[in-house]
């Protein structure tokens, strides 16, 4: 089953509360996901030329300042978070040498996300409730421009943090998945002769690498979420982080289910509609189901819809 | 009007009777003492308020009661209907009347997927856009959309009657057996087996019988045109055996 959300705020003040919203939605999702959870929520960012990276260790909780200290070998290096297991360090350096520094460095880290805004957190076990996801990371008092959410319940492989949603598949980019593929098993193997490196077997991860390949051949969203429609073979409803909003596809016979709902003050996107009831001003929304196979997109402004 | 208020968990059943004006507050009282209640009753009116979107709200209804879901519905909102009345004043989400048998279920928003799914008898009306397999397997019951339906929408529909005030999407009655479909907006496509169909006299009294018992007013039967199966399909014939 799975449960997926997505929020972007209008205004200012939508923004300030965005993770107190959030928590309210995903709460609702729980009994659609009750293995996991995961979420990336976008704001505060950091200038150009530095990069702001979620990383996971799988192992159990880190002393999250001595990676930072190394980490500042390729530039002033500081923790923005730090969550036991998971971290989000802000590096005055390119995303992507943070990602191979990591990699070479630390490879026991799972990189859960690196850009300039996003940032993800992750957890197994039900989101809600003592040691759960909205708690641990604080979700209540986060703000942010916008954010997607998952609540996990596994059908393929195994239920642990790092096979839990989201995936990040660029910098800035990030993709929760509702449903299940097919074919993922070949693709991976295309996609790891291509250069995509994947950290677990889970099928998610794969269309999340499928789009970070797109991405470097140099489609950008539209074309790449179209190639995925081609080359995905099964079920999905994806929404997609992006640096500046959010999308939604659903597979070309809608198999998983969307329901999409407007205000003046938020965009909201969830797999069923009473995730959305909770938040304010629902009642007198503009509610709709996403057509199947076409792409919706929200950006900072004006709202657009292809 | 009186407002319900029940215990969460395990409270026997509201002895509601002919409860005129009842109305449920779904922020007090729980979907399973809702539906309890309401299965208890014999007639009468009921309300439900604040809804937000709840699954399986007045499901299994066997009596002629009169329901209103003020506000949104999740899923199978008003299945197994059998005698009453349901209207549901937001959208609702899959499978609303799924397996309905009798009585009429009403949604002034959209439906989700698969609406009246497999529903043997009754009427389902729906004021906007019902989403993809409307009609699905359906068995015998009038459906009637004002707006546009999905894809697939009477896919496998065996028997009963489906009214499109709108667009319908694409593979429109797909492997359908003898279920009537009347479109008055264009069609995507057509499923398998499914072809356009004269409309005579006799479909536009049956168009007619459907809008007067929907409500639906400012469209004219002359405006809708008929599809329905080719019969190529579901016969078995002997010349085909050698066909793969």
Same mark, same amino acid.
């Given at each position: 089953?799975?449960?997926?959300?997505?929020?972007?705020?209008?205004?200012?003040?939508?923004?300030?509360?965005?993770?107190?919203?959030?928590?309210?939605?995903?709460?609702?999702?729980?009994?659609?996901?009750?293995?996991?959870?995961?979420?990336?929520?976008?704001?505060?960012?950091?200038?150009?030329?530095?990069?702001?990276?979620?990383?996971?260790?799988?192992?159990?909780?880190?002393?999250?300042?001595?990676?930072?200290?190394?980490?500042?070998?390729?530039?002033?290096?500081?923790?923005?978070?730090?969550?036991?297991?998971?971290?989000?360090?802000?590096?005055?350096?390119?995303?992507?040498?943070?990602?191979?520094?990591?990699?070479?460095?630390?490879?026991?880290?799972?990189?859960?996300?690196?850009?300039?805004?996003?940032?993800?957190?992750?957890?197994?076990?039900?989101?809600?409730?003592?040691?759960?996801?909205?708690?641990?990371?604080?979700?209540?008092?986060?703000?942010?421009?916008?954010?997607?959410?998952?609540?996990?319940?596994?059908?393929?492989?195994?239920?642990?943090?790092?096979?839990?949603?989201?995936?990040?598949?660029?910098?800035?980019?990030?993709?929760?998945?509702?449903?299940?593929?097919?074919?993922?098993?070949?693709?991976?193997?295309?996609?790891?002769?291509?250069?995509?490196?994947?950290?677990?077997?889970?099928?998610?991860?794969?269309?999340?690498?499928?789009?970070?390949?797109?991405?470097?051949?140099?489609?950008?969203?539209?074309?790449?979420?179209?190639?995925?429609?081609?080359?995905?073979?099964?079920?999905?409803?994806?929404?997609?982080?992006?640096?500046?909003?959010?999308?939604?596809?659903?597979?070309?016979?809608?198999?998983?289910?969307?329901?999409?709902?407007?205000?003046?003050?938020?965009?909201?996107?969830?797999?069923?509609?009473?995730?959305?009831?909770?938040?304010?001003?629902?009642?007198?929304?503009?509610?709709?189901?996403?057509?199947?196979?076409?792409?919706?997109?929200?950006?900072?402004?004006?709202?657009?819809?292809? | 009007?009186?407002?319900?208020?029940?215990?969460?968990?395990?409270?026997?059943?509201?002895?509601?009777?002919?409860?005129?004006?009842?109305?449920?507050?779904?922020?007090?009282?729980?979907?399973?003492?809702?539906?309890?209640?309401?299965?208890?009753?014999?007639?009468?009116?009921?309300?439900?308020?604040?809804?937000?979107?709840?699954?399986?709200?007045?499901?299994?209804?066997?009596?002629?009661?009169?329901?209103?879901?003020?506000?949104?519905?999740?899923?199978?909102?008003?299945?197994?209907?059998?005698?009453?009345?349901?209207?549901?004043?937001?959208?609702?989400?899959?499978?609303?009347?799924?397996?309905?048998?009798?009585?009429?279920?009403?949604?002034?928003?959209?439906?989700?997927?698969?609406?009246?799914?497999?529903?043997?008898?009754?009427?389902?009306?729906?004021?906007?856009?019902?989403?993809?397999?409307?009609?699905?397997?359906?068995?015998?019951?009038?459906?009637?959309?004002?707006?546009?339906?999905?894809?697939?929408?009477?896919?496998?529909?065996?028997?009963?009657? /489906?009214?499109?005030?709108? $667009? @319908?999407?694409?593979?429109? *009655?797909? +492997?359908?057996? #003898?279920? !009537?479909? =009347?479109?008055?907006?264009?069609?995507?496509?057509?499923?398998?087996?499914?072809?356009?169909?004269?409309?005579?006299?006799?479909?536009?009294?049956? /168009?007619?019988?459907?809008? $007067? @018992?929907?409500?639906?007013? *400012?469209? +004219?039967?002359? #405006?809708? !045109?008929? =599809?329905?199966?080719?019969?190529?399909?579901?016969?078995?014939?002997?010349?085909?055996?050698?066909?793969?």
């Amino acid at each position: 089953m799975c449960g997926i959300a997505g929020l972007f705020a209008k205004t200012p003040a939508f923004e300030a509360a965005l993770g107190d919203h959030l928590a309210g939605m995903i709460d609702q999702l729980v009994d659609r996901g009750p293995d996991s959870a995961g979420v990336a929520i976008y704001g505060d960012p950091v200038p150009e030329g530095s990069a702001k990276v979620s990383v996971l260790d799988p192992a159990g909780p880190r002393d999250w300042l001595a990676v930072a200290d190394a980490l500042s070998l390729l530039g002033s290096a500081e923790v923005m978070r730090a969550l036991g297991d998971q971290a989000v360090l802000v590096v005055a350096a390119d995303p992507e040498h943070v990602r191979a520094w990591l990699a070479e460095h630390e490879p026991g880290l799972v990189l859960l996300s690196a850009g300039r805004s996003i940032e993800t957190f992750k957890r197994a076990g039900l989101a809600v409730g003592p040691g759960g996801l909205i708690d641990a990371c604080g979700l209540r008092g986060m703000s942010g421009g916008h954010a997607i959410a998952h609540t996990r319940m596994a059908t393929e492989s195994r239920v642990t943090t790092e096979h839990s949603h989201p995936f990040s598949t660029g910098p800035d980019l990030c993709l929760v998945h509702n449903g299940s593929l097919s074919n993922h098993n070949r693709l991976r193997r295309t996609l790891r002769q291509r250069g995509v490196s994947f950290a677990t077997d889970n099928d998610s991860e794969v269309a999340a690498g499928y789009l970070t390949w797109r991405f470097r051949e140099g489609d950008d969203l539209d074309a790449a979420l179209a190639a995925a429609e081609r080359d995905l073979d099964g079920f999905f409803t994806f929404a997609i982080g992006t640096h500046d909003g959010f999308a939604v596809v659903r597979d070309p016979i809608g198999c998983k289910p969307a329901v999409l709902a407007e205000t003046d003050d938020w965009v909201a996107m969830a797999s069923e509609f009473r995730a959305i009831a909770t938040l304010p001003g629902a009642e007198h929304a503009e509610i709709w189901e996403p057509e199947p196979g076409r792409i919706y997109r929200w950006f900072r402004e004006p709202a657009i819809v292809l | 009007m009186t407002l319900v208020h029940t215990t969460p968990l395990q409270q026997p059943a509201t002895p509601v009777g002919t409860g005129d004006g009842t109305a449920f507050d779904l922020t007090m009282t729980t979907v399973r003492e809702l539906n309890r209640a309401l299965r208890a009753a014999t007639s009468g009116s009921f309300t439900v308020r604040n809804p937000a979107g709840r699954h399986n709200l007045a499901v299994g209804l066997d009596a002629p009661l009169e329901v209103t879901i003020d506000g949104h519905a999740g899923y199978y909102c008003a299945g197994m209907n059998q005698l009453a009345t349901v209207t549901v004043t937001g959208n609702t989400a899959v499978g609303v009347a799924e397996n309905m048998m009798s009585g009429r279920v009403e949604i002034l928003g959209a439906a989700g997927q698969a609406a009246a799914a497999t529903a043997h008898g009754g009427l389902l009306v729906v004021r906007g856009n019902a989403a993809a397999r409307c009609g699905i397997s359906l068995k015998g019951a009038d459906i009637v959309v004002e707006g546009n339906v999905g894809h697939a929408t009477g896919f496998l529909s065996q028997k009963g009657r /489906i009214l499109v005030c709108g $667009d @319908a999407g694409e593979v429109l *009655g797909d +492997s359908l057996y #003898e279920t !009537r479909i =009347y479109v008055r907006g264009s069609v995507a496509s057509l499923g398998a087996d499914c072809i356009e169909k004269p409309v005579r006299a006799e479909h536009l009294a049956e /168009i007619q019988e459907l809008l $007067d @018992a929907a409500g639906t007013e *400012g469209v +004219s039967a002359g #405006e809708f !045109r008929r =599809y329905g199966s080719a019969r190529a399909l579901y016969h078995f014939t002997a010349d085909r055996i050698e066909a793969k």
